[in-house]
C-alpha cells in the first residue's frame, strides 16, 4: 500500500497539507485531480522523499521515482545523454528503448534547446522511467504533448508493470487511469466526488 | 550563391570592423610621429615617439635574433605558468568556500587583502622571498589570477540551478556525476569570463614584475634596458609583442575553453 498519515506540510505561513491522510493500491496508475495549487505536487514531493513533512508517516514502495512538474533537462547533454546518464553502465544499450516508448527516435542527438515543449516533456518522462525504481509518481507528465500521443505513451507505462502515481487536469488523460482521486484544497483534502 | 554571397558579405564586414579602427589609430600615430619630430627637434623625435613604421623595422630586426625568441618563451611560460597556478588555486579556494562556510570565514580576509595590495608591493615582497628572481613574475601574475577566478569560479557555483541539483539527486547521481554533469558546465562560462579578465592582469603584472626585478631571460627585462639605453622604438617594439603574445594566449585560452564546454547549448 502506498499511503501518507496525518502529514503537515507548511510553506511559511500557509498550510497545504494539514494532518492529511491518503492510502493508495500498489498497482495500477492513480490519478490525483484537482485545481492548480490545490497541493498536488506537495504532495507527491512528500512521497518521492523530496518534501519533508511536519509528524505522520510516509509508506511508499522502495526507490520511489518522480518527473518534476518542470522538465529540468541538462541543455549541454544530448537526448541520448539524458537517458543514459540515468542508466547503469551495463544497461546504457536500453536507451533506445526508452526513446522509443516516448516516441523521441530519431533525435538522439539534439539538445533540449532544439526540442519543442512537447519533446523536452517526453524526454523528462523517458529519463524519470529509465531511471527505474518501484514506484513513479508523475507530475503533469502529459503537459504539452497531444491527447492521442499521450495516451499511447500512457499504456507502454502502465505495460511496464510498476505502480504509478500522477497528477493531472486533462479529462482525456483521466479517463485512461485505472482510479481517480479528486482533490481540493489547499490545505489539501478529498474532493466531494 | 546566395549563401556563399552573404557569408563572403559577413566575412568582409568582420575583417572591416578591425582594419578600419586599426587604420585610424595608426594614422594618428603616424601623425602625432610627425608633429612631435617637427616642434622637438627635427631627426631626434623618435626618442619620445618613433612613427609605427620605425617601430616595425626594430620589431623585424629583433625578430631575427634568437635572443628575442628566448625572451619571448621564457616571459610567455613564465606568465601562463603564474596564470595556470592562480586559475588552479583560485578554483580550488572557491570549492572549499563553497563546500564549507568556515573555509569562507578563514580565507575571505586574505582575498580582501589579495585585492587591496598594489601591485608593486607585491613585486617587491616576493622579490625578498623567492629563491630566485625568475620565479617573481609567474608568482606575481598567480596572485592577481587568484581572487578574478575565485570570484567568479565561486559566484557560478552559487548560481548553479538548484532544480538540476535536486533532480540530480533524484536520479540518483553519485557526487561526481553531479559535480561532472551539473556543476562543472554550470560553473565554466562564469570561469571562461574570469579567466578572460585574469589573463590580462595576470601579463600586465608579470611583465611589471620583470621589469622591477630583471630576470635574466624576460620580455621586461629588454623593456627595461631598451628604456635606459633610450632605444624608445625598442620600448614600443616590445610592448607590441607583450600585447601580440597577450590576444595569442587569449584566443588560445578561449579555443580550449570552447572545446572544454564543447556540447553546451548550441
Known sequence: ?193 | MRTSTTFRNQTAGKILRVVIPLAFWLGVWQLAAVWVDTVYQPGRGYLLLPAPTLVAQRLVTLMGESAFWQAAAVSLGRIFGGFALGAAAGTAAAVLTAACPWAEWLLGPAVKVIRAVPVASFIVLVLLWAPSTGWVPAIVSALMVLPVVWGNVGRGIGETDPLLLEAARAYRFGRGKTLRLVYVPSVLPYFASGCATALGLAWKAGVAAEVLCQPRLAIGTRLYRAKITLETPDVFAWTAVVIALSLLLEVALGAALRRLGRGAKP
Open chain 1, 1 to 193: 500500500m502506498i499511503s501518507v498519515q496525518n502529514i503537515t506540510v507548511c510553506f511559511g505561513e500557509k498550510v497545504v497539507l494539514n494532518r492529511f491522510s491518503l492510502a493508495l493500491p500498489e498497482t495500477g496508475v492513480t490519478a490525483l485531480s484537482g485545481p492548480s495549487g490545490c497541493g498536488k505536487t506537495t504532495l507527491l514531493r512528500v512521497l518521492a522523499g523530496l518534501q519533508p513533512s511536519r509528524g505522520g508517516a510516509v509508506s511508499v514502495p522502495e526507490r520511489p521515482t518522480i518527473l518534476f512538474q518542470e522538465n529540468r533537462l541538462l541543455p549541454w547533454r544530448t537526448v541520448e545523454q539524458h537517458i543514459t546518464d540515468v542508466l547503469p553502465r551495463a544497461r546504457r544499450g536500453e536507451a533506445p528503448r526508452w526513446l522509443e516508448l516516448a516516441e523521441l527516435e530519431g533525435e538522439e542527438k539534439a539538445y533540449p534547446g532544439q526540442l519543442s515543449g512537447g519533446m523536452g516533456r517526453r524526454l523528462a518522462l523517458a529519463r524519470a522511467l529509465a531511471c527505474g525504481g518501484g514506484l513513479y509518481l508523475l507530475d503533469e507528465p502529459f503537459a504539452g504533448v497531444d491527447a492521442g500521443r499521450a495516451g499511447r505513451i500512457l499504456e507502454r507505462v502502465r505495460a511496464l508493470g510498476v505502480p504509478v502515481v500522477l497528477s493531472s487536469h486533462e479529462a482525456e488523460l483521466l479517463a485512461l487511469c485505472d482510479r481517480v482521486i479528486p482533490l481540493a484544497g489547499p490545505p489539501l483534502c478529498l474532493a466531494e466526488a
